[in-house]
């Protein structure tokens, strides 16, 4: 099969200027991980520009090896237990109204590294009162203590990406599955959180199948769900089956209103991260779907 051309609606600008200079700076005075540099997402360059990063805690070398994550896969180090603070601070001083943090997966500590995810919340939390909090969590294979470890730190919003439909998971998110994904969500949900989830298109699947993972994701009562194209981080990952047209990111921005999502993430170039601080709003997206209807029909 011939690889298909990446399209012109792929591209994007190289980062640039001092908003993005001063934010590499303190990643790199902090030892910090981002998933913005690890995962080689496209929108790093507006992002840092604007002043904002998703911090990687827990190391940057993951118990899993998922089909589509340029992120490493080996034997992590030892648990860095100041990691929490040194999160905080940098939060602190890069000044953000909104953080976004996530992690590699940590399979092989008995309690996931949900420990440091609740002291990480509570320390962004207790140095930055005034900044709202998205966390993007790995599975913790299921255990509920873990996952109820991250609700009583009360973030903002708590996010768990499904990644793909129910066909691919084994292929894509080799050690994940599929509906333990969907009961840590609706576990999440349960709990009181706003909750979050992302698939990837791309891969193979079919428009009915990403239709039934959004019916499924709304079932588990989800709040935010963000759809954007897979990008092949490397020759050794899976490889994009199909380029998908911005029109049909579109419809399906629709259809996941009509499903009874309160916001709805759609385009080629989105990552779950991408415009996260709009996604931490009760009603926003909605609302904004809701005045496009408006003055359309005008």
């Not at 991980?33 to 520009?49: A, D, L, Q």
């Not at 000044?95 to 995810?117: F, M, N, P, Q």
């Not at 499924?216 to 769900?225: E, M, R």
Request: aromatic residues 6%; neutral net charge.
């Amino acid at each position: 099969m011939d690889k298909p051309k990446k399209p012109d609606w792929l591209r994007v600008k190289l980062p640039v200027g001092e908003s993005y200079k001063h934010v590499r700076g303190l990643v790199e005075t902090h030892k910090l991980h981002t998933i913005c540099e690890s995962g080689n997402c496209p929108n790093m360059g507006e992002c840092w520009g604007a002043g904002t990063a998703t911090f990687m805690i827990l190391g940057n070398v993951c118990t899993r090896s998922c089909g589509f994550c340029a992120v490493a896969t080996g034997r992590p180090d030892a648990v860095d237990w100041d990691e929490p603070q040194r999160v905080a601070e940098a939060i602190h001083l890069m000044k953000v109204k909104h953080a976004v943090i996530t992690s590699v997966d940590r399979d092989e500590l008995k309690d996931g590294g949900s420990v440091i995810w609740y002291n990480t919340i509570r320390a962004v939390k207790a140095l930055n009162p005034d900044t709202s909090l998205e966390t993007l969590i790995p599975d913790f294979k299921g255990d509920k203590d873990n996952i109820q470890r991250v609700i009583d730190a009360a973030p903002e919003v708590v996010s768990h990406n499904i990644e793909t439909v129910e066909r691919l998971t084994r292929s894509v998110r080799i050690q994940a599955k599929y509906w333990r994904s969907m009961d840590v969500l609706r576990t999440l949900k349960t709990g009181g959180m706003r909750t979050k989830s992302g698939i990837m298109l791309g891969l193979g699947e079919t428009k009915e199948e990403v239709l039934q993972t959004m019916r499924d994701l709304a079932d588990c009562g989800l709040d935010v769900i963000t759809l954007g194209q897979y990008l092949q981080p490397t020759q050794r990952h899976l490889a994009v089956q199909r380029f998908v047209h911005p029109d049909e990111f579109a419809e399906l921005r629709e259809r996941g209103y009509d499903m009874g999502f309160d916001y709805v993430e759609s385009g080629p170039l989105v990552r779950s991260s991408y415009h996260s601080e709009k996604h931490v709003i009760p009603g926003y997206g909605r609302a904004a779907w809701s005045l496009e209807k408006k003055a359309a029909l005008v």
